[in-house]
């Protein structure tokens, strides 16, 4: 029998807020050391009352509005109960019947072929604290809590189950972290944790409504991950019934180093949660005209601003995807080519627009050949320096001028005769060889342009 694999992804990405979602403490935790961006409210203590962060509601609907949600009218947040240790208060503040925005959509590329993938809701809670697992020198094994995580804004993600293979579930994923790294919501970093994927997999035979019993799959922590995840539990479901075994919903854990999912827990049901309104926030009613404001400060998104660079640019389809594929790799290219542009940066990247913008000109000027231009970036590249600057202090500037190159020309003609007799013989790569040898006597300095002319001049004319 045939089976047709059913995969639904559930996203959580941090926000980039300077606060955390109900109190004044930094989210920027990161680097900070343990347990010091906490106060009464993110440590769950009795009595403390929490306060919407309204960026964060901000960034859930600009997101909502990216991926074709409708916005809901009115929002509320709700309880989540459950008793794990990173849990301060024994309950997470989250949304579960009233979503800031649902029934969106997206559209992903796998194999030059378009789907169109659903959007279930997108809607917005708070992270938890983080555990650290340790090791006593005596082998006992125990856990430290880092309160710092706990409250920074986290947003959900929860796609429709429409992806039919493990690549369409990396392809989700690329996409829609790029879609929020072009909004500057998030980071959409995987190994930093701020941006995390949980799948709920199934398989069911081929023109069949029923699959079997829904996996969860959680511990994946790159892209890469997810699609062995998910290539790996395709496998293993399809391997069980074959072998007349019965699919249980269950919450499984994806072990890298194994290349293997492990079972946790049963899955649990909503019901599991408890969920009720949270009581100490009120509802919240979205306006229309505020809803709108927000829509009309949308950035270009990918895909719009792929199909517009190769329109405008005149761009190979493949070049305009590597290009847009970052907001900040998008910006940098636009930069250099429209010097109105604000000034942009790529992350680790010391080179400026206008620097490169500066080479790139010398190389079209012959003021540089290609060769030396290399040598000079990689110095850009580390040092931060300008290209002129550099050419000066290491002398590189090319040499055009064709009485100081004639006398290499003249020199590596004496001292090579056998290329030059090869050459005369009708074996084209020999010129290429006498090229080389007159670039290497002047350190990559002369115009290659004109050496090969001076070079066919004389061998031709002698």
């Known amino acids: 029998m045939n089976f047709e694999t059913i995969i639904g992804l559930e996203v959580h990405a941090q926000l980039l807020t300077k606060s955390k979602m109900f109190c004044r403490c930094s989210a920027d935790y990161a680097s900070a050391p343990p347990n010091t961006h906490v106060c009464p409210v993110c440590l769950g203590m009795p009595g403390v009352l929490p306060v919407i962060n309204q960026k964060a509601v901000e960034y859930t609907i600009m997101t909502a509005l990216a991926l074709n949600c409708t916005i809901s009218d009115y929002t509320k947040f709700d309880r989540k109960n459950y008793p794990y240790p990173d849990l301060m208060k024994g309950y997470q503040i989250s949304q579960y019947d009233a979503p800031v925005g649902h029934h969106g959509w997206f559209i992903i590329e796998v194999n030059d ?19 650290v697992h340790c090791a006593s020198p005596g082998g006992e094994s125990y856990s430290l809590v880092d309160v710092n995580r706990s409250g920074v804004p986290l947003m959900e993600v929860v796609g429709e189950p429409d992806l039919r293979s493990p690549e369409e579930a990396r392809q989700y994923l690329v996409k829609l972290r790029s879609i929020l790294q072009y909004l500057g919501v998030s ?12 799948a709920n997999i199934s398989i069911r035979p081929e023109d069949s409504p029923d699959s079997t019993a829904k996996v969860e799959v959680k511990n994946m922590n790159s892209f890469r991950a997810v699609y062995r995840a998910m290539e790996y539990e395709a496998k293993r479901q399809r391997k069980a019934v074959a072998e007349g075994k019965k699919l249980v919903q269950e919450t499984r854990g994806w072990v890298e180093g194994k290349g293997k999912t492990v079972s ?25 005209e505020w809803v709108e404001q927000i829509r009309s400060r949308l950035p ?47 992350s680790d ?40 600057s550099i050419i000066a202090q290491r002398g590189l500037s090319q040499i055009s001028d064709a009485k100081h190159i004639e006398i290499e020309v003249t020199t590596a003609i004496a001292l090579n005769t056998q290329a030059v007799a090869d050459y005369k013989a009708g074996k084209a790569s020999a010129l290429q060889f006498l090229v ?26 002698g």
């Open 436 to 461: 080389g040898q007159v670039m290497r006597a002047t350190k990559g300095r002369a115009n290659p342009k004109v050496v090969n002319e001076l070079l066919k001049q004389k061998l031709e004319g």
């Open 113 to 131: 072929q378009k789907r169109k993938v659903g959007i279930t809701r997108v809607h917005l809670e708070e992270d938890v604290a983080k555990l």
């Open 349 to 388: 990247c010391r080179v400026r627009p206008e620097q490169l913008c500066q080479l790139l000109d010398l190389i079209h000027k012959d003021s540089i050949s290609s060769t030396s231009a290399k040598m000079v970036f990689e110095e850009m590249f580390n040092t931060g320096k300008d290209a002129a």
């Open 187 to 198: 980071t959409g970093n995987m190994e930093e944790g701020s941006f995390r994927c949980d």
């Open 300 to 346: 270009e998104l990918p895909e719009v601003r792929r199909d517009r660079f190769v329109a405008e640019y005149g761009l190979p389809l493949y070049d305009a995807n590597l290009l847009t594929s970052s907001r900040a790799m998008a910006d940098y290219f636009e930069a250099c080519l429209r010097p109105e542009m604000p000034n942009t940066e790529i």
């Open 264 to 288: 946790q827990r049963s899955k649990e049901y909503a019901h599991d949660y408890r969920y009720f309104p949270e009581p100490d926030l009120p509802p919240l009613v979205l306006s229309r």
